[in-house]
Every structure is written in structure tokens, then in C-alpha cells.
């Protein structure tokens, strides 16, 4: 093993939240380093470059704005950015500031252990050159909210003799299709992008599907130039646009309810949304997101949409989604996938109607029937928002693990700081807005944060920082309370962990919308960080 290295803060991901955090920490004259798995930036668009993989916030909103520079010279070239191009966008940013020199690639993090005598972390990592502790004051958890990508534990899947790939752990060089038989498992947003690009080479696609989803149109397509050039004109009030609303993107949600416009108004405002392509048709009504009467409109005026696509009218049934509210499971934004099922080499297998029994040595078996394939694609999610940080063995104080803390569900308070934890923060953690929100928006908001919060410790001669148990637990019933306030918990998505066998059912990220979370922390710190233990 080598020598430790001793940095100020250990930062771990080096995808938006850890590029920004260690640009800030390097700014405020800490030494600060980074551990990532992948061989280059990006984090979860590193590793999701899937056929058809692309972000489902619009381009120019889905970028850092802390620097005017950089918004002016960077050219977005799409509506909604493709996967190249916003790992170009994120290598970009890394050789801008000048931050690869202090990113350690291909380094897996084993052990974070906080050290109760001295103080500091101690971080160990495997990279291309062994073993290596790193010892720092701070480790920054920069690790991402679906990055633990996880295979179905389907009996019989050592035996397949085909390819099997994830397209949370897509292979570097991509794959070639062509002319063979594939099988998707999952019609999540990864499965629905991922469909009809794979179809557009295979000789055969089957699409395994145990839950329909709701999905509407992205209507991508080049950036309309003179939409581009107002944005760059107008990019400070645009992004604070951003900060101002619930969803971290600078328009504001429908203001009238569903329940009172009558139906005419209904229709217009759904078709005028649908037109306009993207998940902004979910909150395009105020009452959407908590009155299941108003939410039956819009599952309604979806379910009409996929019958006017889908030719055979019993694969339109089989993907209309029928018991949980919209937006419940996250919205997913396609490009033709519905009429994807129109194709003749294309099959839509309901396995909920007829479970997959076994992974065969030539395919898929459900108790009814076995489908022969080359290649199977699990588009099957990921253990979401805490897996990242469980697979890697941290301890707090008294070596008390964290993967215990949470064993009932993740404890945060306000998805930054846990009890027992001190100087660790998480981005975007569990009790954090997160993934219900822009993330670039909400990663900001975060780094910031973290950044200001170490800088007042170091001026006030503060050793550690660490959520106070009861403040932890008020957060926690908080989140749970905001969540039950919505339809959230209304359908068996990854949010609540139900995705994940054995995992608890815990609504995760935070319902309560970016400007009242915001609000909240910021009057954290101004009340000298309230609610943090601080020696
Ligand atoms: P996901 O939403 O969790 O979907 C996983 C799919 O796999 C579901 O359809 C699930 O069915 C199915 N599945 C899991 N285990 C299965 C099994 N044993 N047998 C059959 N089917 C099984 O995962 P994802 O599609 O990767 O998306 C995760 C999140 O990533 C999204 O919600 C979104 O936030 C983000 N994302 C965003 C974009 C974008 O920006 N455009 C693109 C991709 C992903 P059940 O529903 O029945 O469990």
C-alpha cells in the first residue's frame, strides 16, 4: 500500500456535483481531491450512453451557471442534450478550470471512516496503482442518485450465452445490433429511450414489460437558433428564474386547478402542452401533482394518446398504464416510442400477466412461452439515491456504519448532514430535492451551500459540523409528511425504494419543491447553522 494522501477534503464522483464542489473548494484554498470509478468525467452520463440516452431537461437550462463565460461559449446543439454531448459538455468544464489534475479515474472507493481521534476521514480506495488511503478533514458524498445500476435477480442469467449488457454500465464503444434478436427488460425512462433505437437495428426486438409508464413526446430536434440567442441574452434572469421555482427550471407551474376550468379548458391546455413537447404537460395544471381527480384527467388524455399512435388496440391496452397517478413514476419524454410498437419486428410481452420464470441458456422463459434472443438489455433502474453511498463501507463516529443508520430508511437532515457523520455532506442526498428537480439547479444549490457552510467553519475555528439527531429525525418526518401531501406515494417507483426487493418503502427525495427547500437552508445558515452540531 502507499503512503496516505493527505488532502483538506476528499471528494467522491466526478460527475456535475463533484467537478463543481472540488472548482469551489480548489477557489476557497482547500486542497481537495476527487475519487471516480469511471476513466473520465461525467458520472451518470459517463456511464449512461445507451442508444437514445438523453436528458430530459431542455439544454439550456441543463448546465452550470456559475460562470457567465461559459454558458456564452459553450454551443448546445439540440433541445434536449444527447448523452456525447453532454459528456462533452462535463470534459469541457473539467479542462476549463483545470480540474482533471486533481480527479483520480478509475479509482473505486471502498471504506470512508471517520477517525474520532484526529479528526479527518480516512478514504480507501483500489486504482490502477493499488490500494490508497486518503485522509482529509472533509469527504464530500458527490456520488449521485442513480449510479448503482442493478440486474434483476433473475434465476438462470449465468447460463444466457448471448450478450447481456445494463444501460446504466453501457460498454465504452456501444453495441452493433444489427440483425440480431434483442429482449429489453424494463420500460422505465432508460427502456423507453433505449427501445426504439435498438429496433432501428435489430432483426427482432421483444420488450418485456411489467409496469406501463406514462410517457409523452420530447419533440427534440436542433436548438431553435433564435430561442438559443435569447436565452444567452437574457442567461442571469433566465437562471434566476430557475431558483425561484418549485422544479429548478425557469417556468413556473399551471396556476389554475384541472377541477375548475372546465372541460374545454382541459383539453386546450393538454394539447397546447403536448404540442409543446416534454414533462412540463405533468404540472401544467396546479392540482396535478395532489388531487388524483384532476391527475385521472391528464392519465386519461395520455391513455387517449397512445390509442390515436398504437395501431393494434391490444398492445395499446397492454401499454396504457391503469393504477397509479401521473408523474407518480417519473414522467418519461420519448422520441416515437409508442409507434415504435407499430413495427412488425417489434413485441410488447406483458410480464406482469406472465412473469419471467427463468433466464434460459437461448433466452427468456415466462410460464408460458420462451422467447430465443442474441443480445438482452436490462433497462431495469437502479437501488436509487442511497445505493451509491451503501455499497461503500462509511462510518461515522464510534465506527457505527451508516449502511445500520439507514437500515429502517435514509436519514438526513435536509439531505446534506447525518447524525453521527461529522464533515461529511452528501449532494443531493436522500431529504434533498434532487431528482425531482433539475439536478444541475439543485446540485448548485447544494455545492454552495456545502462550500459556504466549510468556509464558516474554518473562520470560526470550527473542527466539525454534524446534524443534531433531533433536527435528523424532525427532517426525516418532514419529507415523509411533504410526500404524503402529494400522490407520490401513489405507485411503487424507485423514489419510495420499492423497486428494490427488501429495500424499506421510505419516499426518499424531498416533494416540498426547490424554493421552500431553499428558503429553508439558507435560513439555516443565516441562523448560524441551526440544527448542526458544531465544535
Ligand atoms: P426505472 O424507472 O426504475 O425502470 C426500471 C424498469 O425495469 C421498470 O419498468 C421496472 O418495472 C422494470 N423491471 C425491474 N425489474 C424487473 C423485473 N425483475 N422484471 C421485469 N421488469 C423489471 O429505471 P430507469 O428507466 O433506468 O430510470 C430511472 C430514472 O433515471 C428515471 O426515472 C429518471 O429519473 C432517470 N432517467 C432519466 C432520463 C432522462 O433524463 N431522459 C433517462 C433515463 C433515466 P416496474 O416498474 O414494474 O418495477
Known amino acids: 500500500m502507499r503512503a ?6 476528499v471528494i467522491i464522483g466526478a460527475g456535475f456535483s463533484g467537478l463543481y464542489m472540488l472548482k469551489r473548494l480548489r477557489e476557497r484554498g482547500l486542497e481537495a481531491v476527487v475519487l471516480e470509478r469511471g476513466d473520465d468525467v461525467g458520472g451518470t452520463w459517463y456511464w449512461n450512453r445507451y442508444p437514445g440516452a438523453r436528458c430530459d431537461v431542455e439544454s439550456p437550462y441543463y448546465s452550470f451557471s456559475f460562470d457567465p463565460e461559459l454558458e456564452q461559449e459553450w454551443e448546445w446543439t439540440e433541445r434536449y442534450p444527447a448523452q456525447p454531448e453532454l459528456q462533452a459538455y462535463m470534459s469541457h468544464v473539467a479542462d476549463r478550470y483545470d480540474l482533471r489534475r486533481d480527479i483520480r479515474f478509475e479509482t473505486t472507493v471502498g471504506s470512508a471512516v471517520f477517525d474520532d481521534a484526529a479528526r479527518e476521514w480516512e478514504v480507501t480506495s483500489s486504482g490502477p496503482q493499488g490500494e490508497q488511503v486518503t485522509r482529509a478533514r472533509f469527504c464530500i458524498m458527490a456520488t449521485g442518485c442513480l449510479s448503482s445500476s442493478r440486474n434483476p435477480d433473475i434465476e438462470g442469467l449465468e447460463d444466457f450465452t448471448g450478450e447481456v449488457y445494463h444501460t446504466g454500465e453501457w460498454p465504452q464503444g456501444g453495441v452493433d445490433f ?3 434478436r434483442v429482449g429489453v427488460i424494463g420500460t422505465g425512462s432508460s427502456g423507453i429511450q433505449a427501445i426504439p433505437e435498438i429496433a432501428k437495428q435489430a432483426s427482432h426486438l421483444t420488450v418485456f414489460q411489467r409496469t406501463p409508464n406514462f410517457s409523452v413526446p420530447a419533440l427534440n430536434g436542433p436548438l431553435d437558433p433564435e430561442f438559443w440567442a435569447d436565452v444567452k441574452a437574457n442567461y442571469r434572469d433566465v437562471r434566476k428564474r430557475a431558483r425561484s421555482t418549485p422544479t429548478g427550471m425557469p417556468f413556473p407551474p399551471g396556476s389554475e386547478s384541472a377541477l375548475d376550468v372546465g372541460d374545454a379548458r382541459v383539453q386546450e391546455v393538454f394539447d397546447e402542452h403536448w404540442t409543446l413537447g416534454g414533462f412540463r404537460i405533468g404540472a401544467c ?3 396535478l401533482g395532489i ?4 391527475n385521472d384527467k391528464l392519465a386519461d388524455y395520455i391513455r387517449g394518446k397512445i390509442d ?12 396504457k398504464p391503469r393504477d397509479y397517478p401521473v408523474g407518480a413514476k417519473r414522467i418519461c419524454v420519448d422520441t416515437d416510442y409508442y409507434a415504435t410498437f407499430n413495427l412488425p419486428h417489434v413485441d410488447l410481452v406483458d410480464v406482469r400477466a406472465n412473469p419471467i420464470s427463468r433466464i434460459t441458456p437461448e433466452g427468456v422463459a415466462t410460464g408460458q412461452e420462451e422467447y430465443a434472443m442474441d443480445v438482452l438489455v436490462f433497462a431495469t433502474g437502479y437501488d436509487a439515491m442511497t445505493g451509491s453511498l451503501s455499497r461503500i463501507d462509511i462510518r461515522g463516529r464510534d465506527g457505527r456504519s451508516l449502511r445500520d443508520h439507514w437500515a429502517a430508511g435514509p436519514k438526513t437532515y435536509l439531505g446534506l448532514s447525518v447524525a453521527g457523520f461529522p464533515n461529511m455532506f452528501s449532494v443531493a442526498g436522500p431529504g434533498s430535492p434532487s431528482v425531482l428537480t433539475n439536478m444541475v439547479t439543485a446540485i448548485e444549490l447544494h455545492v454552495e451551500w456545502i462550500d459556504e457552510h466549510i468556509a464558516y467553519l474554518c473562520q470560526n475555528g470550527l473542527e466539525t459540523s454534524e446534524a443534531l439527531p433531533e433536527f435528523e429525525d424532525e427532517w426525516v418526518q418532514h419529507v415523509n409528511d411533504v410526500a404524503d401531501m402529494t400522490l407520490m406515494k401513489q ?5 419510495l425504494g420499492a423497486n428494490v426487493p427488501g429495500k424499506p418503502r421510505v419516499f426518499m427525495p424531498y416533494a416540498g419543491g426547490l424554493t421552500a427547500y431553499t428558503q429553508r437552508c439558507d435560513q439555516v445558515a443565516e441562523q448560524g447553522y441551526h440544527g448542526f452540531q458544531l465544535a
Open 4 to 9: 496516505p494522501e493527505r488532502v483538506d477534503a
Open 178 to 180: 444489427t440483425g440480431k
Open 285 to 287: 395544471f396546479s392540482d
Open 291 to 294: 388531487s388524483r381527480e384532476a
Open 308 to 319: 390515436t399512435i398504437v395501431e393494434d388496440p391490444a398492445t395499446a391496452e397492454k401499454l
Open 491 to 495: 405507485a411503487n417507483s424507485w423514489y
